[in-house]
């Protein structure tokens, strides 16, 4: 395998503040892991428990949120928690930021017309299937030519189709976890099929300490289009704005967070296909801009604690040997195969290009340049 073309390095701790930096030699502590307020994030991941008290966590005692703390920087909520009406009273630290942060928004969704929402051929077709299927079942096809053996031996399945395009302007369409109809809330796929390894290590990696939630009710950073009325929502998903406000924060996507975990797990399955998979999940992350539902930053944070809890599932031991069987599958079940399907990642220049754009939205860097990058601890992973 050309690891120079088919692995994107994953970087646990990208933010706006860090970039490029000159080469020099690292001196023994700089590859020494250092401990967050709330100790290493891969031996503490398992705190960020989804189903927490609003108000019961911090920077100090969960990994998720201590790894964005550096958006305090940016924006200050009121208390930390989402309670009443605390989420519209944060404070913007930095203005500038703030500003390129929606005025972004604004410019990506400028295209959001309603006919351009409902034209099947068109490219807002997929930022509405962004959101409605389950986030697992939508980056499968970055595995390209093999992503209809994959769906087809996993038995994975969504409900979303683009007939329901016309009835999204007048009813809101309820997403893969939420449906009701035949599919009975189902998996994404099954973890008894043919490739239920590799299933399973996807739903492994998205388990109930992957959450984004801890972190969204902490920060109440409001989405974008309660920022400013310029943002113009996909009108196939304007239905779906939440009714409760105080627990439904933009910072970080969840959805994003959802693509990478996803994503990174299959390409740990699959690593032929690594670098087009975290592409994919980049594309899910802008799609979210485009839907009007997530800015920049928010995109940024769920890439972010997305790569962190992907990369300490699979440090954890305990995943050890569901690694090894989903690596197996991939390489005698499906690689085996003949696939027939589209491949839209098939260009290693463009992902590249879109993967990097993707990192930091154009944001400049305001941190110091010269202090240099810590190693994780399980980065080897």
Do not use: C
Request: aromatic share 10%.
């Amino acid at each position: 395998m050309n690891f120079n073309k088919k692995i994107m390095p994953l970087v646990l701790a990208t933010t706006i503040t860090q970039g490029l930096m000159p080469f020099k030699a690292f001196a023994a502590d700089d590859l020494t892991p250092h401990a967050g307020a709330y100790g290493y994030f891969v031996d503490t991941y398992m705190q960020n428990s989804g189903g927490y008290k609003p108000g019961d966590t911090s920077p100090a005692t969960n990994p998720a949120v201590g790894a964005l703390s550096q958006f305090l920087n940016i924006f200050t909520p009121v208390s930390g928690t989402a309670n009443g009406d605390e989420w519209t009273r944060g404070t913007i630290l930095d203005q500038d930021i703030h500003d390129q942060n929606i005025s972004t928004v604004i410019d990506m969704t400028a295209g959001n017309t309603t006919q351009a929402a409902v034209t099947t051929t068109g490219p807002l077709v997929r930022v509405f299937f962004d959101d409605r299927r389950n986030a697992s079942y939508s980056v499968t096809d970055g595995l390209g030519k093999y992503t209809d053996v994959f769906r087809n031996l996993a038995n994975a399945n969504t409900a979303i189709n683009g007939d329901m395009l016309q009835d999204a302007l007048t009813q809101k369409i309820a997403n893969d976890d939420d449906r009701e109809d035949s599919h009975q809330k189902g998996p994404w796929a099954s973890e008894t099929s043919e490739l239920g390894n590799m299933v399973k290590l996807i739903n492994t990696l998205r388990g109930g300490q992957a959450s984004g939630n801890p972190s969204k009710y902490f920060y109440q950073y409001m989405r974008p289009y309660r920022w400013s009325s310029e943002v113009k929502l996909l009108p196939t998903l304007a239905l779906d704005i939440g009714s409760n406000p105080n627990k439904d924060g933009g910072f970080p996507s969840g959805h994003t967070n959802a693509a990478y975990l996803a994503s990174i797990g299959m390409a740990y399955a699959a690593p032929e296909r690594f670098q087009e998979m975290l592409t994919r999940a980049s594309e899910l992350g802008n799609d979210r801009i485009i839907a009007g539902y997530h800015s920049p930053l928010d995109v940024m944070g769920g890439r972010m604690i997305g790569t962190a809890l992907a990369a300490s599932a699979l440090y954890d031991p305990n995943n050890a040997s569901l690694k090894a069987a989903a690596y197996n599958e991939a390489q005698t079940k499906l690689f085996t195969q003949a696939g027939t399907s589209e491949d839209r990642f098939s260009d290693y220049k463009k992902n590249k290009e879109d993967y990097i754009k993707r990192l930091t939205y154009g944001f400049g860097q305001t941190g110091d340049t010269t202090i240099p990058m810590k190693v994780p601890k399980g980065a080897e992973v």
